[in-house]
């Protein structure tokens, strides 16, 4: 039964299956690189800013909210909570906002802006900036904010408004600016003590009072102090004014704001042009920073979403306090945290791609400069590299199961391949040659000094019987055959005998007969000269 696969020679063969065991070994690295890219971009911190590791409980996880009314929060941006104690959620991916008891019970939600049954246009195209559809439903409600009164604001990203509703939740009115989208809205009071509302953009703050009359900007956009790229929150206390300017990477505390903004301290900075999220430099101090809110006692508490915790500053100098919670999904762990407030000594988080609100008991510090992780033990982030170790692993054991086939040559074929000096020669270079025993252990060590002789016990009753069934085999040919028939599919019996390669063939052992393996032999070595590969001298009176 002549196989193909040795129109191939064996050392082909296994440098073919050693090259694809590499290939696999590579895309296994490659994977491995591609998940932990993943991983550093997703979960770990920046680097450079961080202090000593403490258990000391600063912040302690106190609850988590999930539902919203008949359903679960879906993406929640932004938290609030109202001069009555109710907390308003941003359930941006749910296109609504749900509020809650202060216990963190559902009471309603407010979807569209009139409090009528959604409207037919929901379905439909959205609505453009500005657009007067009755009854307007929110489309993706972003950021909140209360005034003392009760009014609320709130910016919806896809209708590209301030929409404002008095205290009873009745709406007032929406409001488009002409120059950019708003991306925020705090309210705050300013350095003469009125309260005032504070909308952000992409190149800066504008500033209006209660009832949405905007009369101040300081639009800047840029990379140095007092300038903005892509703010997105804004609080106040006394003289100075506290922006989250984001993509700059950094909080700034700002004096003169409304007149000629004066820089008071900054805590991060512009990362390198071009470097973007891949900088892990020491002088980094956020790895995206998205909202932020002040303490009683003096305290900003910043949102860092993608390193998914919590940096605690000192509100009057900026120094770095500590850090609360990590990455994960389990309690008192955030993942892509996007909004915050404060009340009553608990800091409510929007945990955006966790679906839920957060809820931390806040205390006050009593120890220097640490980072304090919430309780829950979070994502074990070796988890993220077992694909990639299982591949890696399989990819190993497949280069270390690598072999030749091996070739089982019966006495008749060493007698044959003794009197042909150049395919003796290609034989002892390129193939794994074994025999069984029974006498001829000499002769064929003479022929191959590193042959390896098959020492596996047959069992004698066996052999009996397949001699007694094949009556033409001798002693030495049958046992060879039953050797044969436990070699895997990827070993090759080589005979000179007709009586045992036609018992092969009856049993369907790949086999090839002298003059077969010799035509192959001397055709793949013409071939593998003509390639360039395999460099043997055959004179031409020896070719079959």
Not at 63 to 75: K, P, V, W
Not at 167 to 176: D, P
Request: glycine share 8%; aromatic share 10%; net charge negative.
């Amino acid at each position: 039964m002549t196989d193909e696969r040795l129109f191939i020679l064996p050392r082909d063969i296994t440098h073919r299956r050693i090259s694809w065991a590499l290939v696999s070994v590579f895309a296994a690295l490659l994977a491995g690189a591609v998940l932990l890219t993943i991983l550093l971009l997703a979960t770990v911190s920046p680097q450079g800013f961080r202090s000593t590791v403490s258990t000391t409980a600063i912040a302690a996880y106190k609850q988590s909210i999930y539902s919203a009314g008949d359903g679960l929060l879906n993406r929640p941006s932004d938290v609030a909570v109202s001069p009555g104690g109710e907390l308003f959620v941003a359930d941006t991916g749910n296109r609504q906002i749900c509020v809650y008891d202060s216990k963190g019970s559902f009471q309603r939600a407010i979807i569209t802006l009139d409090g009528s049954e959604v409207a037919d246009h929901a379905d439909d195209e959205p609505l453009q900036p500005g657009q007067a559809v009755e009854p307007w439903r929110l489309e993706s409600p972003m950021s909140l904010a209360f005034a003392s009164d009760g009014r609320l604001y709130v910016v919806d990203s896809s209708l590209q408004m301030l929409l404002l509703f008095d205290a009873e939740g009745e709406f007032i009115r929406g409001i488009s600016f002409d120059e950019e989208t708003p991306t925020g809205v705090d309210v705050n009071v300013d350095s003469h003590g009125y309260e005032r509302v504070y909308v952000t953009f992409r190149s800066g703050v504008a500033t209006g009072d209660l009832d949405g009359s905007f009369d101040y900007a300081v639009m800047n956009w840029g990379r140095e102090v007092a300038q903005f790229d892509n703010p997105t929150s804004v609080v106040t206390s006394g003289t100075a004014t506290y922006v989250c300017d984001a993509l700059n990477y950094r909080v700034q505390a700002l004096t003169g704001f409304e007149t000629s903004p004066v820089a008071l301290w900054q805590f991060g900075s512009p990362l390198p042009a071009g470097e973007g999220l891949r900088y892990q430099g020491a002088d980094r101090r956020f790895g995206f920073p998205v909202d932020m809110c002040l303490t009683g006692d003096g305290r900003l508490i910043v949102v860092d979403g993608l390193s998914s915790e919590l940096v605690v500053l000192d509100a009057a100098t900026g120094r770095f306090l500590y850090t609360v919670s990590d990455a994960g999904s389990d309690d008192g762990l955030l993942y892509y945290p996007a909004g915050i407030t404060y009340s009553g000594r608990s800091i409510y988080v929007a945990d955006k791609f966790n679906d839920r609100v957060t809820v931390f008991d806040d205390s006050v510090p009593t120890a220097e400069p640490q980072k304090v992780v919430a309780a829950g033990s979070g994502i074990n982030r070796w988890w993220y590299f077992v694909p990639f170790l299982v591949l890696l692993a399989a990819a190993l054991g497949r280069l270390l199961t690598i072999r030749a086939p091996r070739y089982l040559m019966d006495l008749g074929f060493l007698e044959a391949l003794a009197t042909d000096t150049v395919l003796l020669d290609f034989v002892r270079d390129n193939l794994r040659a074994i025999v069984v025993p029974l006498g001829i252990e000499s002769y064929a060590t003479r022929l191959f000094p590193a042959m390896k002789i098959d020492a596996r016990v047959w069992d004698e009753e066996q052999l009996e019987e397949l001699r007694a069934q094949v009556v033409r085999l001798d002693e030495h040919d049958a046992a060879t055959l039953l050797v044969a028939e436990k070699l895997r599919d990827r070993d090759y019996l080589l005979t000179a005998s007709a009586e045992l390669a036609q018992a092969a063939e009856t049993e369907g052992i790949a086999h090839l007969r002298y003059g077969e393996f010799r035509s192959l032999v001397y055709a793949g070595i013409k071939d593998a000269e003509e390639k360039g590969g395999v460099r043997m001298k055959v004179d031409e009176h020896q070719r079959p």
